[in-house]
C-alpha cells in the first residue's frame, strides 16, 4: 500500500471529523475555543467531541464484528444483524432493565454480553450442524431467529410498560452521546487489539475447518474467541447508540472487493471504512433537516439496503 | 512410517471402515482406490486427525496419534481435503503462506517467505501468486492449495481425492509434483484417488478397499491385477502393458 493513499485516507478521515466537530445548532467560536472558561470550549468538551469519538469507536467496533463473524461462519452475509448477535444483545437489554433497573451499568453490560455470546453461540453451532450450500439462506435464516428474538423482547417491554425505552434504542442514534455515558465503547479499542492478534487464525478458520485443523488449530477455541469479540463489540455498540444495521455487513464486503480476504491485512482498512462511513452518514443526517437530526440508522439502512442487494446480485454461488 | 491397525469407524451401527490395517513409509506414494463408499476417505481422515476412530490404532513416528499436540503434529502432518471454502478472497500466496503457520504462527520470517516461493516453484505457479483464488480455474486453485500443503513442509502429507474435477494436464502435473515429494524429499505421501491408471502409473503401493474394508495392500503390481480390480469394482478388467507401464481397460 503506497503511503500516498495512507496519507489520502488519513487526510478524508481528518476532515470528516473536523466538520463532525464544527457542525451542530450552537455554532462554535473558534476563536473563543482557546479560552477555556468559553460555552464553545464548553460544548466542544462535553458534546462534540464524545460524539466524535463514539462514531469512529461504533464505526470501526461493528465493521471489526462483522468482518470476523463473516470469517468464523465462512459466509460473506453474515454480520452481527443477520446472525441475531444484535437482537439478543438487546433482548439482554431489556431483561437487565427488568432484573435490575438502570443501576450498575457494567452488571448491565455484562447481562447483555452474555445473552449476545449465547445467542449468537447457539446460531453459530446450528450453522455447523446444517453446513448449508446456499449463501444466502445463512443470513436469511439468521434474520428469522433476529426477528423471534426481539419478539421476546418486545413482549416484554409490553409487560414491564417499558416499549418507549424500547423504541429509542432500536434507532441508533448519537445526538444523546455526551461526555460520561459513552465510555463503554472503549471497548472496541482492546476488542479490535485482540481481533488483530488472532488474525491469522481467523483467516485459516474461514477456508473450512479441517484447512484450521490441519495447521494446528483448535478450530472451535478460533470460533469461540470469535464469537466473544463479536459479541463484546455489538453489546457495546447496542447499549450506547442503539442499532446500526447493516454495517458490519456492508464494510467487511467493501473492503474485501479492494484487497481481499487475509485479515491481518484488510482488519485496518475495515475499521477505517467503518469510521468514515457513519461519521459520513452521521453529518448527512445532521444536515439533511437542519438544524434537526435524522437518526443515522435511517441513512445507512438506505445506503445498506441497496449495498445488500448488489452483494447478493453478484454472489457467484446464486448464479 | 505412519502405522494404522485394526481402525473401525461407524455411523448408527454402520461400519464405514471396518478393522483396517496400513503401513504408510517415508519416500513412498501411496495410493487408496476403491468405489465409491468404500471408507476410503474416512481412513484417510482417521488416520491424519480430522476425525476420530471408533477403534483401533494410529501411531505417528513411533508415537500413537492420541499422544500427539494437535499443533506440534501439523509440523510433522499435512492433510488436504476437498472441502475448503473458495469463496474467501486470499491471494495465492497468502493460501500458500498458511502452510508456514504452524511454524511462524503467523509471523513469516524470511526464511518462511523463501519456502512459499520454492512451494510456488514447485507447483509452477509463480506467475499467479498475487491472483485472487476465485478469479483462478480450479486446475490452478488446486494447484494453489497443493503448494500450501507442501510449504507446510511435513514428512507425511494426505491428500484426498487431489485430481477431483481437474483436466489432464493438471492432473499430471499434480501427480508428477506429488511423486517428487515422496521420491526425492523422501516424504510419505497418501492419496485417496479415483483414476485408476493414474494410481496404477505413480503409485509405489496401492490400497484396495471395498465396503470399509482393506480388500488388497502392497506394491503397485501385485494390486493392479486383472483379478483383484474386477472383484473389487465388480465389473470386467484387462489390464495391458504398454511401455512397462501397467494401463486398465474397463470400458465397453
Given at each position: 500500500m503506497s503511503i500516498y493513499i495512507r496519507l489520502a485516507a488519513a487526510s478524508v478521515l481528518l476532515v470528516l471529523a473536523l466538520a463532525s466537530l464544527l457542525i451542530g445548532v450552537i455554532d462554535l467560536d473558534i476563536a473563543a475555543l482557546l479560552n477555556s472558561e468559553s460555552s464553545s470550549a464548553h460544548i466542544l468538551l462535553v458534546s462534540r467531541i464524545p460524539r466524535l469519538l463514539a462514531i469512529c469507536l461504533a464505526g470501526a467496533g461493528l465493521s471489526i464484528a462483522g468482518l470476523i463473524m463473516q470469517q468464523i461462519v465462512q459466509n460473506r452475509f453474515a454480520?452481527?444483524?443477520?446472525?441475531?448477535?444484535?437482537?439478543?444483545?438487546?433482548?439482554?437489554?431489556?431483561?437487565?432493565?427488568?432484573?435490575?433497573?438502570?443501576?450498575?451499568?457494567?452488571?448491565?453490560?455484562?447481562?447483555?454480553?452474555?445473552?449476545?455470546?449465547?445467542?449468537?453461540?447457539?446460531?453459530?453451532?446450528?450453522?455447523?450442524?446444517?453446513?448449508?450450500?446456499?449463501?444466502?439462506?445463512?443470513?436469511?435464516?439468521?434474520?428469522?431467529?433476529?426477528?423471534?428474538?426481539?419478539a421476546l423482547t418486545t413482549f416484554i417491554a409490553y409487560k414491564y410498560d417499558l416499549v418507549q425505552t424500547l423504541s429509542s434504542w432500536t434507532v441508533a442514534n448519537f445526538a444523546s452521546v455526551l461526555k460520561g455515558n459513552y465510555e463503554f465503547l472503549y471497548l472496541a479499542v482492546p476488542a479490535s487489539v485482540l481481533a488483530y492478534l488472532y488474525a491469522a487464525r481467523f483467516s485459516a478458520a474461514s477456508v473450512g475447518e479441517s484447512f484450521a485443523k490441519n495447521i494446528g488449530l483448535n478450530y472451535q477455541r478460533v470460533v469461540m474467541v470469535g464469537v466473544m469479540l463479536v459479541?463484546?463489540?455489538?453489546?457495546?455498540?447496542v447499549m450506547i447508540v442503539g442499532v446500526?444495521?447493516?454495517?458490519?455487513?456492508?464494510?467487511?464486503?467493501?473492503?474485501?472487493l479492494f484487497i481481499g480476504d487475509n485479515m491481518r491485512r484488510n482488519l485496518p482498512w475495515t475499521a477505517y471504512?467503518?469510521?468514515?462511513?457513519?461519521?459520513?452518514?452521521?453529518?448527512?443526517?445532521?444536515?439533511?433537516?437542519?438544524?434537526?437530526?435524522?437518526?443515522i440508522s435511517m441513512i445507512i439502512s438506505i445506503f445498506g439496503g441497496l449495498v445488500f442487494i448488489g452483494l447478493i446480485l453478484k454472489d457467484k454461488s446464486n448464479a | 512410517m505412519i502405522k494404522l491397525s485394526g481402525l473401525s469407524k461407524k455411523y448408527n451401527d454402520n461400519f464405514v471402515v471396518k478393522d483396517a490395517s496400513a503401513l504408510f513409509p517415508k519416500g513412498v506414494l501411496t495410493s487408496i482406490i476403491g468405489p465409491n463408499g468404500a471408507g476410503k476417505s474416512t481412513l484417510l481422515s482417521m488416520a491424519s486427525r480430522l476425525?476420530?476412530?471408533?477403534?483401533?490404532?494410529v501411531v505417528i513416528a513411533d508415537k500413537p496419534l492420541n499422544q500427539w499436540d494437535n499443533a506440534a503434529l501439523a509440523k510433522r502432518l499435512a492433510v488436504l481435503r476437498q472441502s475448503n471454502n473458495i469463496n474467501m478472497r486470499f491471494t495465492v500466496r497468502e493460501l500458500v503462506a498458511f502452510g508456514r503457520f504452524p511454524h511462524s504462527q503467523g509471523r513469516l520470517s524470511a526464511r518462511d517467505n523463501e519456502i512459499i516461493d520454492k512451494a510456488m516453484e514447485h507447483l509452477d505457479i509463480q506467475h499467479i501468486a498475487d491472483r485472487y483464488l476465485d478469479q483462478l480455474s480450479g486446475g490452478q486453485r488446486q494447484m494453489a492449495f497443493i503448494a500450501m500443503v507442501v510449504a507446510q513442509d511435513t514428512d507425511y502429507i494426505f491428500l484426498d481425492?487431489?485430481?477431483?474435477?481437474?483436466?489432464?494436464?493438471?492432473?499430471?502435473?499434480?501427480?508428477?509434483?506429488?511423486?517428487?515429494?515422496?521420491?526425492?524429499?523422501?516424504?510419505?505421501?497418501?492419496?485417496?484417488?479415483?483414476?485408476?491408471?493414474?494410481?496404477a502409473s505413480y503409485s509405489d503401493r496401492i490400497i484396495a478397499m471395498k465396503r470399509g474394508q482393506v480388500i488388497k495392500s502392497g506394491d503397485t503390481v501385485e494390486v493392479i491385477d486383472e483379478a483383484v480390480l474386477s472383484d473389487i469394482y465388480e465389473i470386467p478388467f484387462t489390464i495391458r502393458e504398454v511401455e512397462g507401464q501397467r494401463i486398465c481397460?474397463?470400458?465397453?
Open positions: 454480520a452481527p444483524s443477520t446472525t441475531g448477535t444484535i437482537d439478543c444483545a438487546m433482548f439482554g437489554y431489556i431483561v437487565a432493565l427488568v432484573a435490575l433497573g438502570d443501576v450498575d451499568h457494567w452488571l448491565q453490560l455484562l447481562i447483555i454480553f452474555g445473552f449476545a455470546v449465547a445467542g449468537t453461540l447457539l446460531f453459530v453451532r446450528f450453522l455447523q450442524k446444517l453446513q448449508f450450500k446456499n449463501a444466502v439462506l445463512v443470513p436469511l435464516i439468521g434474520i428469522m431467529y433476529g426477528n423471534v428474538v426481539s459479541a463484546v463489540l455489538a453489546s457495546s455498540v446500526i444495521p447493516f454495517l458490519g455487513l456492508i464494510v467487511p464486503n467493501l473492503v474485501s471504512w467503518g469510521m468514515v462511513l457513519v461519521l459520513a452518514c452521521d453529518i448527512g443526517g445532521r444536515l439533511i433537516l437542519f438544524p434537526f437530526e435524522v437518526p | 476425525t476420530n476412530s471408533d477403534a483401533g490404532e481425492e487431489p485430481l477431483n474435477n481437474l483436466d489432464i494436464k493438471h492432473s499430471v502435473e499434480i501427480m508428477g509434483a506429488i511423486q517428487h515429494l515422496a521420491h526425492d524429499h523422501g516424504k510419505a505421501v497418501v492419496v485417496v484417488i479415483h483414476d485408476i491408471n493414474f494410481a481397460m474397463y470400458y465397453r
